[in-house]
C-alpha cells in the first residue's frame, strides 16, 4: 500500500520535534551543571596550584587570593579565602539586616603577612565588640579585605564597587608608605606577577619605591612616595582623591569612615598629601615609634604586625571609634585600656604628623643630581629611579626618574639602540613631568639626541620627572619576560 506524503510528512515532523525537544532539555540541564563544573574546575586548578594569587577582572584591582583556598601555606602560616579572593571567613551579600559590620580595609598588614587568621585586628575588634555588649546583642562582623601589595588604587576601588552590598557600618581604611607603588598582577599557577594592567600608559610596567634596590642592586629604596616630583605627586593626588571619594560614599550610607595613616618615618608626608581631603576627625596616625617597636612585629626581621601589633591597633581603633560614636547602635560596657591607649598612640601621631619634612633631611644620605648616566645607574644614583631602567641603562618602553633641576632650564636624553634586527628602528619620546617636549627614531645600532627647553611651569620647581617612553620593545632577559627599547647613555638637566 502507497503511502501518502502526507503521512511521511507528519512522521518527518514528529521525529524532529522529538529530537529538538530533547536537545532543549539537554541544554537545558547543561546549564545547570555549567556553574557546578567551572566551580569544581577551578577548586581544581586551587589545589593543585603551588601560589595563592588570582587575577582580578578589573584593572584597578589587579589581583585576588585564588577562591576556595583551604590551608594554603604563605609566609609561614596556614592561609583560607573565601569565594570572593579574600583572607576572610564567607559572608552574606547584601548584608542582613541587624548585622553590624565593620571592614577593615587595607594591604598587607591588614592582610595579615605570617600572622595567623584569628589574631589580626579585624578579628580582635569583633571579639571585643561582641563581648563588650550590654544590651541586646547584635550580630557583629569585622571583615578584613585587604591584600599584600595592593596600593590605594587597589583598595578604595575594590570597596567602592561593592559597597551597596557590604553596607559597612564603619570602614577603617590602614595605608603604608609602599601604597603609592603599581599593584603588581597575577601570573600562572598563583605566582605574583611582574606586570600590572592599572596603568596602561606604562605597557604593563610595575613602578614601585624598592625597584632601585630589587632591579638595579642598590642598597636603598627610591623617591615615589616622597612628593618631591610629578610621578610621585600625580600618584598622591590621585590617592587623595579616591580616599575623599570613599570616605564620602560611606559616610553617604549612614557609615563612619576612619582612615589609619601607618607610614614610619614618612608620617608627615603621608599626612601631607594621603589625608588632605579628609575631615580632621576622619584620620589618625600610628607614631613611628610604634612601627619601630619590635614588640609589634611579626617576626625579628619583619615589620609586619605580629599578634602584639594587631592587638594594640585594634585596641586603639576600637578607643578611638568609641569616642567619635561609631558603635551607638551597639550598647557596649566602657573599655579604659582602648581609650587610654586611642589617647596615647594617636596623640603622639597626630604631633609626628604636625611635623613640616626639610628637604634636606628627605635627601640625607640620598642626594639628588641633575645627571644620570651609566655609571651613576650602576650604584650611586640608582635611587633616582622609579622604574623602566634597568643598571646597565637598559630602557623598557615606559622609564621614570627624578633628576634635580639645579637652575637649568633644558633637559637632553642620549640614547643608543640596542642591535636587535627584530627593532630596526623605534621612536622615542621625552618628557618632562607631564609634558612631551621631544621626540625622534632610533635605529637599531643607531644614537640619538633628545633636546629640549624646559617648559615654563617646570622653571619653578627643585626636582623634575624625567621619562623616556617608546612605540615599540622586544623582549629581553634570559627567559625573555623583559621589555626593552633602547639603552640609555645619559639624561640631565642642563
Same mark, same amino acid.
Given at each position: 500500500?502507497? %503511502? ?19 536537545? /532543549? ?16 574546575? %577551578? ?80 578579628? /580582635? ?26 596600593? !590605594? ?235 623602566? /631602567? ?24 642620549? %640614547? ?31 644614537? !640619538? ?46
Amino acid at each position: 500500500m502507497a %503511502v501518502s506524503h502526507e503521512r511521511i510528512w507528519r512522521r518527518w515532523a514528529l521525529s524532529v520535534t522529538g529530537v529538538a525537544a530533547g536537545l /532543549v532539555v539537554a541544554l537545558w540541564w547543561l546549564a545547570l551543571r555549567e556553574d557546578d563544573v567551572r566551580g569544581r574546575a %577551578v577548586a581544581d586548578m586551587v589545589a593543585t596550584s603551588g601560589g595563592i594569587w588570582d587575577a582580578a577582572r578589573d584593572p584597578d584591582v589587579t589581583r585576588l587570593l585564588q577562591p576556595g583556598l583551604e590551608g594554603r601555606e604563605h609566609m609561614g602560616v596556614s592561609i583560607t579565602s573565601n569565594r570572593f579572593g579574600l583572607r576572610e571567613r564567607e559572608y552574606a551579600l547584601p548584608k542582613p539586616n541587624g548585622v553590624f559590620r565593620v571592614v577593615l580595609l587595607g594591604d598587607s598588614f591588614v592582610f595579615g603577612y605570617g600572622a595567623e587568621a584569628q589574631v589580626r585586628l579585624g578579628n /580582635v575588634l569583633e571579639r571585643e565588640l561582641t563581648a563588650r555588649q550590654i544590651g541586646a546583642k547584635v550580630p557583629v562582623e569585622c571583615l578584613h579585605l585587604a591584600l599584600g601589595s595592593w596600593n !590605594l588604587q587597589s583598595e578604595c576601588a575594590f570597596l567602592r564597587r561593592q559597597l551597596d552590598l557590604l553596607a559597612p557600618d564603619v570602614v577603617v581604611h590602614v595605608s603604608v608608605s609602599n601604597d603609592l607603588d603599581d599593584t603588581a598582577g597575577a601570573r600562572g599557577f598563583g605566582a605574583m606577577a611582574d606586570v600590572s594592567p592599572q596603568r596602561p600608559d606604562q605597557r604593563g610596567l610595575v613602578l614601585r619605591s624598592d625597584w632601585p634596590r630589587t632591579r638595579m642592586g642598590s642598597a636603598q629604596t627610591g623617591y615615589l612616595p616622597i612628593g618631591l616630583d610629578w610621578e610621585s605627586t600625580r600618584r598622591f593626588d590621585e590617592a587623595a582623591r579616591d580616599i575623599a571619594d570613599l570616605s564620602g560614599r560611606v559616610e553617604a550610607g549612614g557609615g563612619t569612615y576612619l582612615h589609619v595613616l601607618h607610614w614610619g618615618r614618612l608620617t608627615p608626608i603621608g599626612a601631607r598629601f594621603v589625608v588632605t581631603e579628609l575631615a580632621p576627625s576622619d584620620w589618625v596616625v600610628i607614631p613611628g615609634s610604634f612601627y619601630d617597636d619590635r614588640a609589634n612585629w611579626v617576626t625579628a626581621d619583619d615589620a609586619h604586625w605580629g599578634e602584639e601589633g594587631h592587638r594594640r591597633v585594634a585596641t586603639a581603633v576600637y578607643g578611638e571609634l568609641a569616642r567619635a560614636g561609631a558603635f551607638e547602635r551597639l550598647e557596649l560596657e566602657p573599655w579604659p585600656e582602648a581609650s587610654a591607649e586611642a589617647e596615647a598612640l594617636f596623640t603622639a601621631g597626630a604631633a609626628e604628623a604636625a611635623q613640616v619634612p626639610a628637604v634636606g633631611d628627605l635627601l640625607a644620605g640620598q642626594p639628588i643630581d641633575p645627571l644620570l648616566d651609566r655609571e651613576a645607574l650602576a650604584g650611586p644614583r640608582a635611587w633616582q629611579v622609579h622604574g623602566g /631602567v634597568e643598571s646597565d641603562g637598559t630602557l623598557g618602553p615606559y622609564a621614570s626618574m627624578i633628576l634635580a633641576r639645579s637652575g637649568g632650564r633644558a633637559v637632553a636624553a642620549e %640614547v643608543e639602540g640596542l642591535g636587535r634586527a627584530s627593532l630596526a628602528r623605534v621612536g622615542l619620546t621625552l618628557w618632562v613631568d607631564d609634558v612631551a617636549v621631544a621626540s625622534g627614531e632610533l635605529a637599531a645600532d643607531g644614537e !640619538l639626541r633628545l633636546a629640549a627647553s624646559l617648559p615654563e611651569a617646570a622653571l619653578g620647581k627643585a626636582f623634575l620627572t624625567v621619562r623616556l617612553t617608546a612605540d615599540d620593545y622586544v623582549y629581553a632577559g634570559e627567559d625573555l619576560r623583559r621589555l626593552a627599547s633602547a639603552r640609555l647613555v645619559r639624561v640631565a638637566i642642563e
